[in-house]
């Protein structure tokens, strides 16, 4: 009998990352500029990096408690509650290798075989397969660009079933860069009062937002905390993506069992990241200005290059992406990115990689300098140029 016929279905029957597609093409050429990975093009910053090299050099190299060391879920409480006024205590912190686990635990812990999870599309591509994977049914729900891709709360109320039990919120947004503010979450939080439902909220872009707004959790409304768990980390706010530091607040009940599925998964994050983590949340507020401010000015640069350009571009409030409107050129957004790829080297992804929501739009990465953005746009606007 062949192998495969012992292979678990669900598995075989998962889409591959569109984001992945995309950037193993670029390593197959030469003189491409690739604006579809969002990771920071920063490197973590010296003091952060010197305090995972000085854990290795007093010789911590064994494995820390499941939960993680105790000094940072401590740290992390306390930084939740200065920088976002949310109340969890050290025992309601759960540290993982990225935020991606933090992800699988949270739905691991509360999906049963059939239960629906309704999903805000575009969105970041792993919450589907997760979901998929834990016997869950992944409910898709269109955001739109006319409401800059907010969730709509009439939409949500009619997607909700008797068999529905898991909201996704993911803002800010990974690939539109949308935000929801306090009075677009009003609304939802009522809903899922309501309708008794377990809000994930993926909030590891919280520390990038622009302008005058600061990032509100659908956790800090009445009645929302006993029913939300926060997923975060440290890869977007601090550059530490290959760190794989992340992290889960929730309720103590919620992430007791979280703990325990942690315990016979992955065990414990690497210690060394977890002591670089630590010196991160505790005194790393100013490298998140610095880096926020070089975001801001890319963001405004790259939005009015769209626009000028002519493929429609709303402002990203949040993020580091933008999700431009490539409908003008009466491409679908696959043929859109394999063309330009191919014929002007540049490398974006298409919007449907992210839900069939994101048809007729491409993420753009703006984690990149300047003048590789200006590289990218030049090129761009000359493909545009001649579809024309």
Known sequence: MPLSDKFNQTAVGLKPSGIRKFFDLTY???????????????????????????????????????????????????????????????????????????????LRAFLEPGDEVIIPEPCFVCYDPITRLCGGVPVGLPTLAEDEFRLNPELLERAITPKTKVLIL????????AVMLREHLEPIAEICIK????????????????????HVSISTLPGMHERTIVV????????????????????IEAAKLMIKIHQ????????????????????????????????DRRRRFITDGFNRIGLPCFEPRGAFYVFPD????????????????????????PGDAFGAAGEGFVRCSYAYSVQKIALALERIESFVQKLR
């Not at 000094?71 to 969890?88: G, T």
């Not at 993911?170 to 860069?177: A, D, H, K, S, Y």
């Not at 992955?266 to 070089?294: F, K, N, T, V």
């Open 28 to 106: 197959t050429m030469e003189d491409v500029v690739s604006l579809g990975i969002g990771e920071p093009d920063f490197i973590t910053p010296w003091h952060i990096r010197d305090a995972g090299i000085y854990s290795l050099e007093k010789g911590n190299t064994m494995y820390t408690p499941n939960p993680g060391l105790p000094a940072l879920r401590q740290a992390i409480s306390d930084y939740l509650a200065r920088r976002f006024s949310m109340q969890y205590r050290a025992e309601e912190i759960l540290v993982t290798v990225g935020g991606s686990e933090a992800i699988d635990l949270a």
């Open 170 to 177: 993911p803002f800010p947004n990974n690939p539109t860069g």
């Open 195 to 214: 309708h008794d439902l377990i809000v994930l909220s993926d909030e590891i872009y919280g520390e990038l937002t622009y302008g005058d707004l600061r």
């Open 232 to 251: 975060s980390g440290l890869s977007k706010s601090h550059a530490m993506t290959g760190w794989r530091i992340g992290y889960a607040a929730a309720p």
């Open 264 to 295: 016979f998964a992955l065990m414990c994050a690497p210690i060394m990241s977890q002591y670089a983590a630590l010196e991160a949340i505790e005194a790393g507020d100013e490298d998140i200005a610095e880096m926020r401010e070089e975001y």
């Open 326 to 349: 490539i409908r003008p050129t009466r491409l679908s957004s696959e043929e859109f990115c394999k063309r330009m790829l191919y014929e002007e080297k540049v490398a974006v992804v």
